[in-house]
Structure formats: C-alpha cells, structure tokens
C-alpha cells in the first residue's frame, strides 16, 4: 500500500513504481508489473531498469518477442 501511495503522490520519481512492480514481480503478479511499469514507461520512456523489469514481466507472461524487444531497449539505453 505504501509504495502505492508513494508511487501516485510522487510521479516525477520513478523509484516507489520500480519498487512495486519488483515487489509485484516477487509475488508472481507479473501482469500488475506490467501496468505499473507502462505507467512508469509512459513517463520515463528513457529509463532502462524500467524496460529491463518490463522484459522480466513479459517472459512470465509468456510474451517472449515483447520480452525481447524491451531487453534490447533497456540495452539500448544503458549498455552497461
């Protein structure tokens, strides 16, 4: 609930959404990841970690190419 609140009070602050959807990730609730992460996408579309955890969600959900595709451009933003 915390996280949440932190995510919807503070919008301009990525960290309480990748927060959240880790924990969602962790809890095997992979399509609520998702929708906190295309939130967070939506706002942040340059932010890798979040492309790199959408990746994560994706091959759970069985969707391997957009799984793919969203590794790549996490890569593509941070090759480190």
């Not at 959404?17 to 924990?23: S, V």
């Not at 969602?24 to 706002?43: C, F, I, P, Q």
């Not at 990746?55 to 069985?62: I, P, Y």
Request: zero cysteines.
């Amino acid at each position: 609930v915390l996280r949440r609140r932190q995510a919807r009070e503070h919008p301009e602050d990525p960290r309480p959404a990748l927060a959240l959807a880790r924990l969602w990730l962790e809890a095997e609730r992979a399509e609520e990841a998702r929708g906190v992460l295309d939130l967070l996408l939506e706002r942040h579309p340059t932010l890798a970690d979040a492309h790199a955890m959408r990746g994560d969600a994706l091959r759970r959900l069985g969707e391997l190419e957009g799984a793919l595709a969203a590794w790549t451009r996490a890569l593509e933003l941070d090759p480190s």
